[in-house]
Nanobody
């Protein structure tokens, strides 16, 4: 059974930082690409960042230079370091693995507000 469990969300002031974590189980983590998506109220879910099994990364234009995705294969965990946060980054953030039918985590709320 594949499970993705996100953590690390919360309330932060503009300009602040957060680090999200996603712990995976039920898959051979090291051979799977991973991704972070987000969905703001009234908007469609969008890709924020992805990382291949080899460590190649890609980012949405809106977060380039501010967010960093990384993975720790021995810990079966993918991270999203978010710096210089803006109010428009407010959303529920989801972890995703394109294994089989694709699996999502339950999401973690990130709110950027003063």
């Amino acid at each position: 059974q594949v499970q993705l469990v996100e953590s690390g969300g919360g309330l932060v002031q503009p300009g602040g930082s957060l680090r999200l974590s996603c712990a995976a189980s039920g898959i051979i983590f090291s051979i799977n690409p991973m991704g972070w998506y987000r969905q703001a109220p009234g908007k469609e879910r969008e890709l924020v960042a992805g990382i291949t099994r080899g460590g190649t990364t890609n980012y949405a234009e809106s977060v380039k230079g501010r967010f960093t995705i990384s993975r720790d294969n021995p810990k079966n965990t993918v991270y999203l370091q978010m710096n210089s946060l803006k109010p428009e980054d407010t959303a529920v953030y989801y972890c995703y693995v394109p294994y089989g039918p694709g699996y999502w985590g339950q999401g973690t709320q990130v709110t950027v507000s003063s």
